[in-house]
């Protein structure tokens, strides 16, 4: 007898120092309770760091989350307190989780407490990444400034050359007629005038053909979006919040219900440091904090506590009213990825414009850009071109094949 009592003695001391997985404890966690709880912050139900040490028994606390209903019913304190403080919204039984699925929870829970916080990215290389990121600019003065500084010494390398020839015409004993002073010289004045032209001309034509073109246009926006978190190191796709992109002319700017779908829960930014262009450090909670003050969020009492004001966005890009530009056919029908005309959208914190979406820029996308041809019904009714293609007489069809670079396509 005192042998079986060792062995189950054994058995169970066995058991008990079996350690719970928080591994599998955090794959339970986003299955079952991901929807209402945050380690760290409080969601439609409260924050689950040092949630065992708030419950006096384990086994009430293993009971409470099988069903919270039942231990309410026993009258406990705590769990009355609770139930109330969340306008006494019952939480979702969990009936089949085991007591070893639920240490494993625990232990995913005390695992994302006791975490280290990933090191900051270090300020100043940031800074200097933001600084350097930004455009080289314009050479054109530069050249210019050398080009007049050149001309200057020819001039007077020039002068120079003339009163060495007179001094040594008159060592000689050649007489030498005053000259002309520069400035009245035909000469110098035609080629001035002629360099004035040319210079101006170029100039004047340069302006008149970027009139009404803004790449590298980046204004500051109410809210510091950063695409760079959202549509880079979060992956969320641009369709999300862009979602009329593939079924309409336009891409729409989200409305503010769109971002608060996260939002209410991500209520403050843990990610890598931000920076503007100029290299000036952004708080990234508190531009979350600006959404809320817009759209009339209080996170703390998780609800909205007043009316919502229209968050005013900067327009980036825009075509002239006499150009047609659809979205959808692009993204649809073309398989056109944003960054073709955007650029690598999902580096940037601030938005800026990309290309110069000028006629000739489209043109020549049209000209070399091949087209998803095979399997895609938008293009089924070209007969012609689907024959060159299985008999091999073209390799691949182009936007100009269908006919992209015809005026009416954008202009009508």
């Not at 006096?56 to 026993?74: E, F, Q």
């Not at 280290?116 to 050479?139: F, H, I, L, W």
Request: glycine share 8%; proline share 4%; net charge neutral.
């Amino acid at each position: 007898m005192s042998v079986l009592i060792l062995c189950a003695g054994l058995v169970s001391s066995i058991s008990v120092a079996q350690a719970a997985d928080p591994g599998a404890g955090k794959t339970l966690f986003q299955q079952n309770c991901a929807s209402c709880h945050n380690v760290h912050k409080k969601l439609t139900g409260p924050a689950l760091a040092g949630v065992e040490d708030r419950w006096a028994d384990k086994a009430l606390l293993h009971k409470w989350i099988r069903n919270s209903a039942s231990v309410i019913a026993s009258g406990d304190k705590y769990a009355v307190d609770l139930f109330n403080a969340y306008n006494k919204l019952p939480m979702t039984a969990f009936p089949a989780l085991t007591d070893a699925d639920i240490d494993n929870m625990l232990a995913y829970i005390k695992q994302e407490e006791t975490k280290a916080a990933a090191p900051k990215a270090d300020a100043g290389a940031a800074a200097g990444a933001a600084a350097g990121s930004k455009d080289s600019g314009n050479n054109s003065l530069l050249f210019g400034i050398i080009t007049l500084i050149l001309a200057i010494v020819a001039v007077i390398l020039m002068q120079i050359n003339s009163n060495l020839n007179k001094l040594a015409s008159e060592k000689e004993g050649h007489a030498t007629p005053e000259p002309v002073p520069f400035y009245k010289n035909k000469v110098y004045i035609a080629l001035c005038i002629l360099v004035l032209f040319i210079v101006g001309g170029y100039y004047t034509i340069q302006g008149a053909i970027n009139l009404g073109r803004q790449d590298g246009y980046m204004p500051e926006q109410p809210i510091f979006y950063s695409h760079k978190v959202h549509a880079g190191i979060n992956q969320i796709n641009c369709l999300y919040c862009h979602s009329s992109a593939e079924k309409s002319k336009h891409a729409m700017i989200p409305s503010e219900n769109v971002c608060m779908n996260c939002h209410k829960a991500v209520t403050e930014y843990t990610g890598p440091d931000l920076y503007t262009a100029e290299g000036k450090k952004v708080n990234g909670t508190a531009e979350i904090q600006k959404l809320y003050d817009h759209v009339g969020w209080d996170k703390d009492a998780g609800r909205y506590t007043k009316p919502g004001q229209p968050i005013e966005w900067k327009k980036i890009h825009s075509l002239p009213d006499h150009v047609y530009f659809n979205h959808s056919q692009h993204v649809s029908a073309g398989k056109v990825q944003c960054q073709t005309c955007h650029g690598d959208i999902q580096d940037m914190d601030e938005v800026k414009q990309f290309a110069d979406l000028s006629m000739g820029w489209c043109v020549n996308c049209h000209r070399t850009t091949k087209v998803q041809f095979a399997e895609n019904n938008y293009y089924s009714i070209f007969e012609k071109l689907h024959n060159d293609v299985k008999e091999g007489k073209v390799d691949s069809v182009t936007v100009e094949m269908l006919g992209g670079t015809e005026c009416q396509k954008c202009h009508y």
